[in-house]
T-cell receptor, first 116, second 112 residues
Framework: NAGVMQNPRHLVRRRGQEARLRCSPM?????VYWYRQLPEEGLKFMVY????????ESGMPKERFSAEFPKEGPSILRIQQVVRGDSAAYFC??????????????FGQGTRLTVV | QQQVKQSPQSLIVQKGGISIINCAYE??????FPWYQQFPGKGPALLIA?????SEKKEGRFTISFNKSAKQFSLHIMDSQPGDSATYFC???????????FGTGTRLKVLA
């Protein structure tokens, strides 16, 4: 059973370009979470999705960021018109159900976005 | 209210020593407290977790101590090994939710 798969592992974009980050959850998991980790900081919640639904996007910046989890295929985190401050590691996690306590979220290895 | 404060920021321990990392929280609604271990270039991996109905949980060399009245919890790594060198994050969440609130991390280095 493969773990949470994220790609690409490393992504370099010039300012103003678009970044698309992909996350395939573990088999049987229908809940996906995206977190952002800035250098030397902890992970910050961005968005929680179930298949075809955004459940909570309270951690997402209001502009330029969007996320989806279609019925088929991976979850996508999309950042439009990237700026240097978007440089960070973006982690995806998945769980078989939502609910927090005793529902372990398994993290992928992350996508390290560098904006030049 | 939603923060989890973690200390120290970095820690150096001799092989065989005890590593202790502390976390404090404010939100009394938190009822699940996991610790994650992260190696460079990797994602966080669950190490051990505790609920507030117990004061201590031990798994191998790793122990969580929980003080509900003080709203503090800590990770103890006994007989620390160089392979334990990593960044450790505490986290907290509430049953029925899905947001983990992470501490800022502790970079542990165990000297051989």
């Amino acid at each position: 059973n493969a773990g949470v798969m994220q790609n690409p592992r490393h992504l370099v974009r010039r300012r103003g370009q678009e970044a698309r980050l992909r996350c395939s959850p573990m088999k049987g998991h229908s809940h996906v979470y995206w977190y952002r980790q800035l250098p030397e900081e902890g992970l910050k919640f961005m968005v929680y999705l179930q298949k075809e639904n955004i459940i909570d996007e309270s951690g997402m910046p209001k502009e330029r960021f969007s996320a989806e989890f279609p019925k088929e295929g991976p979850s996508i985190l999309r950042i439009q018109q990237v700026v240097r401050g978007d440089s960070a590691a973006y982690f995806c996690a998945s769980s078989p159900r939502g609910g927090g306590a005793d529902t372990e979220a398994f993290f992928g290895q992350g996508t390290r976005l560098t904006v030049v | 209210q939603q923060q989890v404060k973690q200390s120290p920021q970095s820690l150096i321990v001799q092989k065989g020593g005890i590593s202790i990392i502390n976390c404090a929280y404010e939100n009394t609604a938190f009822d699940y407290f996991p610790w994650y271990q992260q190696f460079p270039g990797k994602g966080p991996a669950l190490l051990i977790a505790i609920r507030p109905d117990v004061s201590e949980k031990k798994e191998g060399r790793f122990t969580i101590s929980f003080n509900k009245s003080a709203k503090q919890f800590s990770l103890h790594i006994m007989d620390s090994q160089p392979g334990d060198s990593a960044t450790y994050f505490c986290a907290a969440t509430t049953s029925g939710t899905y947001k983990y609130i992470f501490g800022t991390g502790t970079r542990l280095k165990v000297l051989a």
